[in-house]
């Protein structure tokens, strides 16, 4: 495993899409998290968006995000489904074999894991003919799964093979979640795991929370949670997890900054991911020279 398991999110850096993909290409990424509004919003239209992607070079790491679809029922759910089908199409257009969807925090959302299971469980037979995987992400505001653990629970009952987790480290740790709870949830159904960290010692309200993690996320390295952050990843990777890795950071400071800077600061962050705390073998300049130079 390498730096290529790393990737970044586009929402973490400021200009048009090309421009950002560029900047994560130059800062040496080969993968990219993408948003549906990077697409559809593009001023021109959504086909020289889908090219932009397509020609950038980047593999996508997914698209975000399917939100409020389980749990609602008759005019509602039909609708969801549409959404759904909409953004299955644009996964597909892009190469996007992941598609994240985040638990419902409507206030009409049925809360029976059944139901939302049932629901989840239609998402994904929409999306396997299509070979895409579904990232089911718990959020501590839903009213569907509030961590990790609830949305594993869920998946477990809907049970498809290519319906999964999306594990975020900004929620586990603004929750104080143990790192053992890790050991709770079968490390083969998590599809994504998605990095960042933040300044404050500790969120002391959902309120505060939510503001954190929409506008105040630092990178990997960065913020004031780094040791608890590097024992989760450590944890996951011992408990046989193999996916990709993406930096999840909403950051308002950052979006009124060069893109080029902050993509290389992400990819301080990899290169301390991986050499520090993973003790990965990265890329290193000059090393073919001094390989050479050892044989005389």
Same mark, same amino acid.
């Given at each position: 495993?390498?730096?290529?398991?790393?990737?970044?999110?586009?929402?973490?850096?400021?200009?048009?899409?090309?421009?950002?993909?560029?900047?994560?290409?130059?800062?040496?990424?080969?993968?990219?998290?993408?948003?549906?509004?990077?697409?559809?919003?593009?001023p021109q239209d959504t086909e020289t968006?889908?090219?932009?992607?397509?020609?950038?070079?980047?593999?996508?790491?997914?698209?975000?995000?399917?939100?409020?679809?389980?749990?609602?029922?008759?005019?509602?759910?039909?609708?969801?489904?549409?959404?759904?089908?909409?953004?299955?199409?644009?996964?597909?257009?892009?190469?996007?074999?992941?598609?994240?969807?985040?638990?419902?925090?409507?206030?009409?959302?049925?809360?029976?894991?059944?139901?939302?299971?049932?629901?989840?469980?239609?998402?994904?037979?929409?999306?396997?003919?299509?070979?895409?995987?579904?990232?089911?992400?718990?959020?501590?505001?839903?009213?569907?799964?509030?961590?990790?653990?609830?949305?594993?629970?869920?998946?477990?009952?809907?049970?498809?093979?290519?319906?999964?987790?999306?594990?975020?480290?900004?929620?586990?740790?603004?929750?104080?979640?143990?790192?053992?709870?890790?050991?709770?949830?079968?490390?083969?159904?998590?599809f994504l795991v998605q990095l960042s960290?933040?300044?404050?010692?500790?969120?002391?309200? #959902? /309120? %505060?929370?939510?503001?954190? *993690?929409? $506008?105040?996320?630092?990178?990997? &390295? @960065?913020?004031?949670?780094?040791?608890? !952050?590097?024992?989760?990843?450590?944890?996951l990777e011992d408990n046989g997890y193999?996916?990709?890795?993406?930096?999840?950071?909403?950051?308002?400071?950052?979006?009124?900054?060069? #893109? /080029? %800077?902050?993509?290389?600061? *992400?990819? $301080?962050?990899?290169?301390?991911? &991986? @050499?520090?705390?993973?003790?990965?073998? !990265?890329?290193?300049?000059?090393?073919?020279?001094?390989?050479?130079?050892?044989?005389?």
């Amino acid at each position: 495993m390498n730096f290529n398991d790393f990737g970044i999110d586009s929402a973490s850096l400021a200009g048009s899409l090309e421009t950002r993909l560029a900047a994560a290409k130059r800062a040496g990424f080969t993968q990219i998290m993408i948003s549906a509004a990077d697409i559809v919003g593009h001023p021109q239209d959504t086909e020289t968006a889908v090219q932009a992607i397509r020609n950038s070079g980047l593999r996508v790491t997914g698209l975000e995000a399917l939100r409020d679809f389980e749990g609602l029922g008759g005019r509602m759910h039909e609708y969801k489904v549409d959404v759904a089908k909409s953004m299955l199409t644009l996964c597909d257009r892009i190469q996007s074999r992941l598609l994240m969807t985040e638990a419902s925090s409507s206030t009409h959302a049925d809360t029976d894991p059944e139901k939302i299971a049932k629901d989840l469980r239609k998402l994904a037979f929409l999306a396997l003919p299509k070979g895409i995987r579904i990232a089911y992400k718990g959020l501590s505001w839903s009213r569907t799964a509030k961590d990790f653990i609830a949305a594993a629970d869920i998946v477990g009952l809907a049970d498809c093979p290519n319906l999964g987790l999306a594990i975020d480290v900004f929620d586990i740790i603004a929750a104080g979640v143990p790192v053992e709870d890790l050991d709770a949830i079968f490390t083969p159904r998590v599809f994504l795991v998605q990095l960042s960290d933040f300044m404050l010692q500790e969120v002391r309200s #959902p /309120e %505060e929370e939510i503001m954190t *993690a929409a $506008r105040f996320r630092v990178f990997p &390295g @960065e913020g004031a949670h780094s040791d608890i !952050l590097s024992k989760f990843v450590v944890k996951l990777e011992d408990n046989g997890y193999f996916g990709d890795y993406s930096f999840d950071v909403y950051n308002s400071d950052y979006l009124q900054m060069p #893109p /080029e %800077e902050i993509a290389l600061r *992400a990819r $301080r962050a990899a290169d301390w991911l &991986g @050499e520090t705390v993973l003790r990965r073998t !990265l890329p290193v300049p000059n090393m073919e020279r001094l390989r050479l130079a050892g044989r005389h």
